[in-house]
């Protein structure tokens, strides 16, 4: 009886911390987007006087207004949904053709130029800007958001191709086999058969895509460090702070920090099942 006991309120208190440890943690992680949210409400002034007190003394949604026109926010709003949008698109064609192609696919030296291409995974993303925007004013398309597109597309999709191979994997060949005796070509299986079949992790990679394209900074500031009109959020951001002269209006960051952060939120919030459901899915099945 008493062992019974003491098992039972050894599961309590192992119960309890681990809720105490995700508790902590949430707040840890929360806490600094909840203050960039909240002092996105707050004067400059209250900002710079008030602390790491979260609430504003007196909210206001001028910070807001002024981002949006005297800070040209609604121009960068507007060049980050084009940006990510378009090249969310263009990321799901090449990734899901690419990860078929991985799988599927029939021609000479496979092995080793999939090899190749994965063990670029390794290579930090940062190192890559540099050539890729010399490669790109070389062509005579750096001075356009475009261009951009043209360059997040190109660049390595590692990771997004190997979620994508690992469930096209999961997908009997005898699919591939019967639209062949039907006459269906290469890419017409893709196109019809496939496709459709790997819905879910597309989807998680669409996700995935247009949050990293969003939250881009490094490539998009080396396209539009000559040309301001074509800035997207992230740059536009960090640039109003470095350019301020004086007395940063921290105000006004944060009201553009917040209008960059919460599409990418509200995004998360509504599909992170999908996203946790599509990448076990293909893990497990893979």
């Not at 989807?203 to 301001?228: C, D, H, K, R």
């Not at 917040?258 to 599509?278: D, E, H, R, W």
Request: glycine share 8%; net charge positive.
């Amino acid at each position: 009886m008493k062992r019974n006991n003491f098992n039972r309120i050894k599961k309590i208190v192992k119960k309890v911390l681990t809720y105490v440890l995700l508790i902590a943690v949430m707040v840890i992680l929360l806490f600094p987007i909840a203050f960039i949210i909240l002092s996105s409400f707050k004067s400059n002034r209250e900002f710079l006087l008030g602390g790491t007190n979260l609430l504003p003394q007196q909210w206001t949604l001028q910070n807001y207004v002024e981002a949006w026109n005297t800070a040209n926010f609604g121009r960068y709003t507007f060049n980050s949904i084009y940006f990510s949008g378009i090249a969310t698109i263009l990321i799901l064609f090449v990734t899901t053709m690419m990860g078929y192609c991985f799988d599927r696919g029939q021609f000479v030296g496979k092995k080793f130029i999939m090899s190749l291409y994965m063990s670029t995974i390794f290579i930090a993303g940062a190192t890559t800007v540099y050539p890729v925007f010399e490669l790109c004013v070389k062509l005579g398309i750096n001075k356009s958001l475009n261009g951009l597109i043209i360059a997040s597309v190109g660049g390595l999709q590692v990771m997004n191709t190997f979620l994508i191979m690992g469930y096209v994997k999961t997908i009997p060949r005898e699919i591939d086999e019967s639209a062949k005796l039907d006459g269906c070509s290469f890419f017409r299986i893709y196109w019809n058969m496939i496709l459709p079949l790997i819905k879910p992790m597309a989807a998680t990679v669409g996700i995935l895509s247009f949050q990293g394209t969003w939250n881009s900074y490094m490539l998009p500031l080396a396209f539009t460090i000559s040309n301001e009109d074509l800035r997207t959020l992230t740059v536009g951001v960090v640039a109003l702070k470095s350019e301020s002269l004086g007395s940063t209006p921290w105000n006004i960051v944060t009201a553009g920090s917040t209008i960059a952060l919460v599409p990418v939120l509200i995004i998360f919030a509504i599909m992170n099942k999908q996203i946790v459901s599509g990448i076990v899915s293909g893990a497990v099945k893979g």
